[in-house]
């Protein structure tokens, strides 16, 4: 990093990504621009943040312009900046250096890389890995999310004593990265989609999300899900050592003798990967048929580095889940309590109740879009025995869907969590999934998610 020590530095985006930046790029006495295509109006906030870094970096708010970036000595995007933004593409013919965020950071980092890359559950798998690997007392640096960019790794103090990398990698970032060597690579599920603005079809989406295949070789690990990519033609050729994970057993699917990898058989997790090993799952705390595949995954590649068992089983037992993603609590009085703030949209509702068994108490609600609440009627009296609504959205909620189970209406989100406990019996699962955006009153579902996390611990 001593190279870009005094250099002029363009950073596009002002993000979270984009203050992770500009500290890295001021250890180093850089001299340093921010542009963002938003107008100043919609970034009151970093605004405001920016000017209290000092020396405060020099912006360029609602446009691009080609001379900051012809100017530049380096330049620096984040990962939702289009990599074909015709001023990046100018500055490379003109000999600027030009990373996104991700492939600036894996260019300087010189530690083993393990990437989980797919979909979905990238964050969840990837914290599962460095939990793990952190019980068998490895020094993990665990990046590439929302909430720790993989720069912030160039920024460690304790970087040099590092033994993996765990980072997420979306087909967003892979996009933009060449010349990606980890040495183990996660893929959980690969979908179609198409990303307006960034892929062209489901067909591009797909390619680049296998793009971290193309530098593996026969010494780095593969670990896949049997259960939804088996029949992928590109996963089974790879040159890299390939081990599989399901949920069901490659017993009674009749595969054990052609497959290396870990499966749920006879109540256990088993795993012949190098030698054989069995984990109890009696004791496990993380709820969800998701979740439960991530932990197959997380196991799969553990083993595959010959992490110890008791560091897996204890993973298994305490790993809690990630922040406001059905992230157990605590339990108090025998009940439990859940976090799952991030699921703001009624079908995300219906997936986290389909994945908790009953009696559930659910506190629900939240800012009013006007979002139709149709069609949940079932699902709600199968699994809830008692619904707390709060916010703007409860009227609406309540009219739809109230009968579905003993509803009540309450007038603050601190009310709500105190009914919910006295309501509660030895048995219930309390789970806080609103269903509905955080903004009526919280800044977003980080807020609301930390803030109910508060209140319990205070009951």
């Known amino acids: 990093m001593e190279k870009y020590r005094g250099k002029k530095v363009l950073i596009v985006g002002l993000g979270k990504t984009g203050f992770a930046l ?17 107008p100043i109006f919609d970034l009151n906030k970093p605004v405001k943040r920016l000017k209290k870094i000092s020396p405060t970096p020099e912006m360029t708010l609602g446009e691009h312009r080609e001379e900051d970036f012809l100017s530049a000595d380096i330049v620096v995007y984040s990962s939702s900046v289009d990599p074909n933004l015709p001023q990046l593409l100018k500055a490379k013919e003109h000999g600027v250096e030009v990373f996104s965020e991700f492939a600036f950071a894996y260019a300087n980092c010189n530690k083993p890389v393990i990437a989980v890359c797919g979909s979905k559950g990238r964050t969840t798998i990837a914290h599962m890995i460095g939990f793990t690997l952190k019980l068998d007392k490895k020094n993990v640096f665990v990046g590439g999310t929302n909430s720790e960019p993989f720069c912030n790794f160039l920024m460690d103090p304790n970087k040099d004593f590092v033994d993996y990398v765990v980072v997420e990698v979306s087909p967003l970032q892979l996009q933009s990265l060449d010349n990606f060597s980890p040495i183990l690579v996660v893929y959980p599920n690969i979908e179609e989609r198409v990303v307006e603005g960034r892929f062209k079809s489901a067909g591009e989406y797909i390619e680049n999300c296998l793009k971290a295949l193309n530098g593996l070789t026969s010494e780095n690990f593969l670990i896949v899900n049997f259960d939804k990519l088996s029949s ?18 490659f017993v009674k699917m009749g595969v054990i003798a052609e497959i290396q990898g870990t499966h749920f058989h006879d109540k ?17 705390r993380i709820i969800g048929q998701n979740n439960r595949e991530n932990l197959m995954a997380a196991i799969t590649a553990c083993k595959a580095l010959k992490i110890s068992d008791s560091a897996i089983q204890t993973c298994i037992e305490k790993f809690p889940g990630i922040p406001h993603r059905l992230e157990f609590v605590i339990e108090k009085s025998g009940v439990k309590f859940y976090n799952d703030a991030k699921s703001e949209k009624m079908s995300e509702m219906k997936e986290t109740l389909e994945n908790l ?10 800012r009013d879009t006007e979002q139709n609440y149709e069609g949940y009627h079932d699902i709600l009296s199968e699994k809830v025995r008692l619904m707390v609504l709060v916010g703007e959205c409860k009227e609406s909620m309540n009219r739809t869907l109230g009968d579905a189970t003993q509803t009540f209406l309450v007038g603050s989100f601190d009310e709500s969590i105190l009914l919910a406990f006295q309501k509660s019996r030895t048995g219930d699962t309390i789970i806080l999934c609103p269903g509905n955006e955080a903004t009526d009153i919280f800044r977003d579902y980080d807020e609301k998610g930390s803030y109910f996390k508060k209140l319990i611990f205070q009951l």
């Open 232 to 249: 992928n033609s590109i996963l089974r050729n790879s040159e890299a050592q390939t081990f599989w994970y399901s949920r069901r057993s």
């Open 357 to 366: 068994k009953p009696p559930v108490i659910l506190i629900a609600g939240g």
């Open 268 to 284: 256990r997790i088993h795993s012949n990967i190098h030698f054989h090993s069995d984990f109890k799952v009696n004791k496990m």
């Open 22 to 38: 500009i500290n890295l790029f001021n250890q180093y006495e850089c001299d340093i621009r921010v542009t963002d295509i938003k």
